[in-house]
């Protein structure tokens, strides 16, 4: 076999009608063999050497290869950790560009560039072939495309539409295998995988439900961590990625990962729900300096990671090991061919940024105009798509929460700690969760920005469920091995009374109605609200507030039809629908009470003490837990929106002990008949008019909406 020049772009394994050309980046290595196997990935039958290198690119053309090829790489240069350099060609080394592996990773020392327990540590040398453990690359047809844009917001119009705004949507964070691995309605053979995940029984359940968006957790293939194989454990989050184009095969039911993403994008699209993707770009799997040589470190360590003032050592501002290089041109490259990838082949609606912050880093820290930011805000493909950032990362100056650019929304950990506060203790919280009711302006509206940069959750995949937040003081994380150590010690949670499960009636009748009131809290508020899979169900993880590596029932879905579980995923429902179908719960304008009613000259937004009046400065600061509510007028509309007026509703937030008797007749309310669609107290409380008095429960949200 005689490799041909070949071209140095597109990089990776690109097949045409006569063969494949072949293209690898590495700045610094001094030679790079590709390295061809059998059908079954076990044999090494070829080893040829990259021809040609341009520009940092390796590249050649191997005239009769086909599609469903199995290849590595092996890189040669030299191994000089105190220099940066971690060459070592005795490791086979999965292509950035892959598309499809095939095989898994076996934890083996030859999978290290240096000797495990030699004196030297990562300073020897390790000649020990990796192939027999490592996952091999499989060159994908060029002609596996996508067909026409079947995004809910383009099929079935041949316009251009524009997307609708996060502020619009109802975002469910779910994550691939645990939402139907233990679903009644889906084959065993099928439960935990792409397929399952675009069938109807689960597309059906999110419509009837009224999510609009599904935010999945990660789906790059990604390793099982060497320390929990050891104790029969898996990263089950998958927050360890090792490429960034191959969907992870343990979710396919097929033997074709990528066809089978292809189709649950397209189901989920045609139930009108969109498809955001958790993505981790922020560090790779191959750890600090003692991790394996998988990909990346044994293709150009100098180029591919943050390496310190002594680069023998990586910097860690991720917290686990690495951090990956996004300021470097082609690592940058790398990202941005990822993200077209998932928006144009394969049709994601969205992502949310992994430790966002890193990709934001440049030499003196973080800023708004670094170099990956304007890469995406220029990119025509990434021109709609939802941009997500989880705010922080470990390293110096890593909280930036509000920062990022004009574009981008973020999570909002502070609505998140601010809401369980309110409703988990007695603390002075009411004018920061007035503020988060209405989009957190003060954090976001600085630089223009709408109430959608706001995405609200009180739960998420990290930490308690809903349901451990009011029955948990402490965290319970025996199970992942660590001696309880891991996960977050403070989660401004109350256990009411009792740890954990329990026979008393009160406790759980209280227990249930704070997730109402929580819920109620979250679906009421300006900006763009997220629910946590499980949660419209009352799913616990039995205190487990750091589930990453518990792939089981703990973490899978329960879709055990209880009459608690039942209640609340009705309740929520109705949250739901009655969001969607009440414009002022979403607003794409901050409301400060500067625009008036047409119809009352009220303002917008009307703050009111329990006595219907004005709140004082008195009222702001209460004890025992405070009362707040707020009238939003339908018909105050800023000059020049071109919407139509709707219905106008008061919210009342009772957060203290106390009963409060509140007059519906205060000259500050509008005048007309108040009904009452929501009363948190009671999980099916019919629509009724209300007289001159309403009875706020203690501890309870209220929903009036006003009709003339």
């Known amino acids: 076999m005689k490799m041909l020049p070949g071209r140095n772009w597109p990089l990776g394994a690109r097949s045409d ?283 150009d360590n100098l180029s591919y990671y943050r390496l310190q003032r002594n680069p023998r050592y990586y910097v860690n501002d991720t917290g686990t090991g690495n951090t990956f290089a996004v300021e470097n041109p082609r690592v940058l490259q790398l990202v941005m061919d990822s993200l077209r990838f998932w928006t144009s082949d394969m049709q994601v609606d969205g992502f949310r940024f992994d430790l966002a912050s890193i990709l934001g880093r440049e030499l003196h820290g973080f800023e708004r105009g670094a170099g990956f930011f304007d890469a995406v805000a220029q990119d025509p493909e990434l021109a709609d798509v939802h941009l997500i950032a989880e705010p922080w990362d470990i390293g110096p100056g890593g909280y930036q929460l509000g920062q990022f650019p004009a574009r981008w929304s973020e999570w909002n950990d502070k609505y998140r700690d601010t809401v369980r506060r309110f409703w988990n203790s007695d603390a002075d919280l009411l004018p920061e969760f007035s503020d988060r009711l209405l989009g957190s302006s003060s954090l976001f509206e600085w630089q223009g920005r709408k109430p959608s940069a706001s995405v609200n959750f009180i739960t998420a995949h990290d930490g308690f469920t809903l349901r451990d937040t009011v029955s948990y003081l402490h965290k319970h994380n025996e199970a992942n091995g660590e001696g309880n150590r891991d996960g977050h010690g403070s989660n401004h949670s109350n256990n009411h009374g009792a740890e954990g499960d329990t026979d008393d009636a009160a406790i759980n009748e209280l227990r249930v109605r704070q997730q109402r009131n929580m819920l109620c809290t979250l679906f009421l508020s300006q900006g763009t609200p997220m629910l946590l899979g499980g949660d419209e169900r009352n799913r616990t993880q039995h205190g487990n507030n750091n589930a990453y590596c518990q792939d089981n029932k703990t973490t899978w879905m329960d879709w055990a039809d209880t009459a608690t579980s039942r209640e609340l995923h009705e309740f929520t429902q109705r949250l739901i629908a009655l969001r969607a179908s009440q414009p002022v719960l979403h607003r794409h304008w901050y409301l400060h009470g500067e625009h008036l009613s047409t119809s009352t000259g009220l303002p917008d937004v009307t703050w009111l003490n329990r006595a219907a009046s004005l709140m004082t400065e008195a009222d702001w600061h209460s004890a025992n837990g405070g009362f707040v509510a707020l009238q939003l007028m339908g018909d105050a509309i800023p000059p020049g929106e071109e919407i139509e007026p709707s219905d106008s509703l008061l919210l009342l937030f009772n957060g203290s002990s106390g009963d409060i008797e509140f007059p519906m007749d205060s000259a500050f309310l509008a005048p007309g008949n108040w009904w009452l669609e929501i009363d948190s107290s009671s999980s099916t409380a019919d629509s009724r008019a209300v007289g001159k008095h309403l009875a706020s429960h203690a501890r309870s949200v209220q929903l009036l909406r006003l009709k003339l």
């Open 17 to 299: 009608a006569k063969g494949v050309n072949f293209s690898l980046f590495s700045r610094h290595a001094t030679d790079v063999e590709l390295c061809l196997f059998d059908d079954q990935g076990e044999q090494e039958q070829h080893r040829l050497s990259l021809p040609s290198y341009t520009d940092g690119v390796w590249h050649g053309y191997l005239p009769g290869v086909k599609p469903g090829t199995i290849y590595g790489y092996r890189v040669h240069g030299p191994y000089e950790p105190a220099n940066g350099h971690r060459f070592n060609a005795h490791k086979l080394l999965v292509d950035p560009y892959t598309r499809q592996l095939h095989g898994q990773l076996i934890w083996n020392d030859a999978n290290y560039g240096y000797i495990r327990g030699h004196s030297d540590g990562d300073l020897s040398f390790d000649e020990r072939d990796s192939a027999p453990y490592v996952p091999k690359c499989v060159v994908v047809s060029a002609d596996r495309r996508t067909g026409k844009p079947h995004a809910p917001h383009r099929r079935n119009h041949i316009e251009p539409r524009q997307r609708p705004d996060l502020a619009d949507a109802i975002i469910y964070e779910a994550h691939v295998k645990g939402m139907s691995a233990r679903l009644p309605q889906v084959t065993a053979r099928r439960r935990g995988s792409y397929a399952a995940l675009g069938s109807k029984a689960v597309t059906s359940y999110l419509r009837s439900l009224g999510v609009t968006a599904l935010e999945l957790l990660p789906v790059h293939t990604f390793v099982d961590d060497d320390f929990l194989v050891a104790q029969n454990l898996k990263n089950y989050w998958g927050y360890q990625s090792l490429c960034f184009m191959a969907p992870d095969a343990r979710y396919a039911q097929s033997d074709d990962p990528l066809a089978e993403f292809r189709d649950m994008v397209k189901a989920v699209h045609k139930a009108g729900i969109e498809l955001i993707l958790d993505v981790v770009y922020n560090h790779t799997a191959e750890g600090n300096e003692l991790g394996p040589t998988l990909c990346y470190r044994g293709i």
